[in-house]
């Protein structure tokens, strides 16, 4: 299994970024994929959700709804967030996950670093 985040990068307040994951090794379609933040001194933070199958309503921490959009092409095995007006409590690493049917089949990747400077 493989998770390869990209896309993260050093931007300036209101910029904007769209992170790519690319998955392998697993039945995509069949994944919930979600997108986590990581900040230094901080918790693990989830920041979106796109449910299997297209069906379900995306979530959105209340941090960065209106701001980030999740979506999937199960094509091309690739889960993005695009993310729009940056602010400078956005800088962490972006990490991508898979969840699948049951809880141990749950997979991360290393991580893109997205620097929003104050």
């Known amino acids: 299994v493989h998770l390869v985040e990209s896309g993260g990068g050093l931007v300036q307040p209101g910029g904007s970024l769209r992170l790519s994951c690319v998955a392998s090794?697993?039945?995509?379609?069949?994944?919930?994929m979600r997108w986590f933040r990581q900040a230094p001194g901080k918790e693990r933070e989830r920041v979106a959700t796109?449910?299997?199958?297209?069906?379900?309503?995306?979530y959105y921490a209340s941090s960065v709804e209106g701001r980030f959009t999740i979506s999937r092409d199960n094509a091309k095995n690739t889960v993005y967030l695009q993310m729009n007006n940056l602010e400078p409590e956005d800088t962490a690493v972006y990490l991508c996950?898979?969840?699948?049917?049951?809880?141990?089949?749950?997979?991360w990747g290393q991580g893109t670093q997205v620097t929003v400077p104050s």
């Open positions: 996950n898979a969840f699948g049917p049951t809880a141990d089949l749950n997979y």
């Open positions: 090794g697993f039945p995509f379609s069949m994944y919930a």
């Open positions: 796109i449910f299997s199958g297209g069906g379900g309503i995306p």
